[in-house]
């Protein structure tokens, strides 16, 4: 079974796979290898943008939705450069999310700070520790990411919208149900010989 991963795992790689199962994968899979790296540097910095707008929506209230929200959508983005181009591109996604947050995390050219912690205008708890969570928060999603099982990140090439291509273990368990038919012929020869049977009654 491990076998039969790692070998989904290579072509959901782009790796060893034919173009007719390439074109049946999502859109950003079927491109080369260091096009889905770019992608997913590219994404860290987006992640890190939208991430750091959003962190501080309900902090004021004490209800950190929009920390909640920006964790979420970190996490979906390091599942998808893992999936996509394997644990290169959730590095590089890693990377290119620390080093965009570092720069919003300064302060801006007209004195504003995106990420503020502390202050006396913060008079509530996630008010006052939203930036830290949402900084810290950021690279803990993204070691959880990395330590995951292999075969959660494998993308199958479809068919059609639903019908599946058929899995190693799909493969190998149909193989295994013909050889035991082989294995055993006089079963089948004893179930034609009753059917025989009903008919002449």
């Excluded at 209230?61 to 983005?77: D, F, K, R, W």
């Excluded at 479809?158 to 273990?169: F, K, N, Q, V, Y």
Aim: with cysteine.
């Amino acid at each position: 079974m491990k076998s039969s991963m790692q070998g989904l795992n290579t072509m959901m790689l782009g790796m060893h796979i034919d173009r007719a199962q390439r074109s049946l994968m999502p859109l950003t899979f079927r491109f080369s290898m260091g096009l889905r790296l770019l992608i997913s540097l590219l994404l860290g910095f987006f992640v890190a943008l939208v991430g750091t707008v959003a962190h501080r929506m309900g902090a004021a209230m004490n209800i950190p939705y929009g920390l909640l929200l920006a964790l979420v959508l970190a996490g979906l983005s390091a599942w998808e450069a893992r999936a996509r181009s394997g644990i290169i591109g959730l590095v590089l996604h890693l990377v290119a999310s620390c080093f965009g947050v570092g720069m919003l995390a300064g302060q801006g050219p007209m004195g504003d700070v995106l990420i503020p912690v502390g202050g006396a205008a913060f008079t509530t708890y996630f008010g006052l520790y939203v930036g830290y969570y949402w900084l810290l928060g950021l690279i803990v999603v993204q070691f959880v990411i990395a330590l995951l099982p292999l075969h959660w990140f494998v993308v199958v090439p479809r068919l059609s919208d639903d019908a599946p291509i058929p899995t190693a273990e799909a493969t190998s368990a149909s193989i295994s149900d013909v050889s035991a038919i082989e294995e055993h012929p006089s079963t089948v020869k004893d179930a034609e010989w009753d059917r025989k049977e009903r008919h002449d009654e």
